[in-house]
């Protein structure tokens, strides 16, 4: 006797158990009423995005949308929001978080919405529970908070604020529902405004780490070079031990001091380079709005910096070359 479960070849949805016809939604249930469990497909977010309160808005008209397609026997969603004090606002309904004060000057590091069903699917007697969690973070925000922190916890802020800007989970029995909560979502995420990082400054950031030694090199090569070229024009036929060890300890003054200085703009540079963000924020209160000015005003600073230390690298070298020629060491 046949024990085993076979798919039916002409139809996906319907498996074989033993020689009966069982529709896949109805063993999906009885599964997870045996076992208690349920399977989980999530999403993390890159993408440095723009999110205003209307498009908040907009995701839970979207998900509820999507339900009326399902028999829902009941649902809630939740609203958190995490502000960079360290303080929370939960909103038990999605009616409730549209009371939220804009006016608060705190801004907004993360914001979590969690919407919980039970749909009763065809073929099915029990309502099954459906959990979807969307969390959404700010790159201002944490951004923000950093600059409250000294040595490594900063460090950490920064580097969390840069890698994922948000992540998306689905809690599910039933794939196919599952998979339409989280094309309805990413459908949505798609449609929000998102900011890139210029592909040169990509490509400045994958090799950042090398432009203190590439600083340094280039200053004693050019300065070597410079000296090297010039030789003839002071070192006579006859030199004096004298006139070789005073020229000697300049020139090696002269590319020591002129190499600790490129380095120095090297780090800068890298830093520089490292700091640099495209903006990505929740703007729901104020404190968010000025948060948001504020990062805009200190990527326009790292630009600077990237701009100085590249221009001071290059005044050294020239610097160098007239000292030399005002010591009378180049003609």
């Known amino acids: 006797m046949n024990t085993g479960i076979t798919t039916q070849s002409n139809n996906n949805e319907n498996v074989n158990i033993g020689n ?53 026997v009941s649902k ?10 360290d303080c ?14 804009s006016s608060s000057m705190s801004p907004c590091e993360n914001i979590r919405l969690e919407y919980n069903f039970l749909i009763l699917l065809p073929n099915t007697k029990q309502p099954q529970n459906y959990s979807i969690k969307i969390h959404l973070s700010s790159r201002v925000g944490i ?11 900063r460090r950490f802020f920064r580097v969390m604020s840069s890698s994922v800007t948000g992540h998306i989970e689905v809690e599910y029995i039933d794939y196919t ?19 890139k990082t210029p592909k040169f400054f990509t490509f400045l950031q994958d090799y950042s780490e090398h432009f203190p030694f590439i600083f340094q090199l280039t200053t004693i090569i050019t300065l070597m070079w410079s000296f090297h070229i010039k030789a003839e ?3 006579s036929a006859a030199p004096s031990l004298n006139s070789l060890f005073s020229g000697a300890i300049t020139a090696f ?7 600790l200085f490129a380095l120095r703009m090297g780090y800068i540079f890298e830093e520089a380079i490292d700091s640099y963000q495209p903006i990505s924020f929740i703007n729901i209160n104020r404190g968010d709005a000025v948060a948001i000015r504020e ?10 910096k990237l701009f100085f230390s590249l221009a001071g690298a290059v005044f050294i070298n020239v610097l160098s070359s007239y000292i030399t020629i005002l010591m009378g060491i180049l003609p």
């Open 20 to 72: 009966n016809l069982v529709s896949m939604k109805l063993v999906q249930s009885i599964y997870n009423e045996i076992t208690g469990k349920t399977e989980t497909i999530s999403k993390r977010l890159k993408r440095a995005h723009e999110i205003w309160v209307a498009d908040i808005t907009q995701l839970d008209i979207k998900i509820n949308q999507l339900c009326e397609q399902y028999n829902i």
């Open 143 to 153: 951004n923000k908070k950093s600059q409250s922190e000294h040595g490594t916890p």
């Open 88 to 101: 929370k606002e939960q909103f038990s309904s999605f009616e409730r978080f549209n009371f939220y004060d």
């Open 76 to 85: 809630n969603c939740s609203v958190v929001i995490y502000h960079i004090d």
């Open 253 to 259: 003054g002269t590319i020591y001091l002129s190499a």
């Open 233 to 235: 024009s002071f070192i």
């Open 177 to 195: 529902v599952a998979r339409n909560f989280m094309v309805t979502i990413q459908d949505w995420y798609s449609s929000i405004s998102k900011n």
């Open 295 to 304: 990062f805009q005003s200190s990527n326009k600073k790292y630009l600077l």
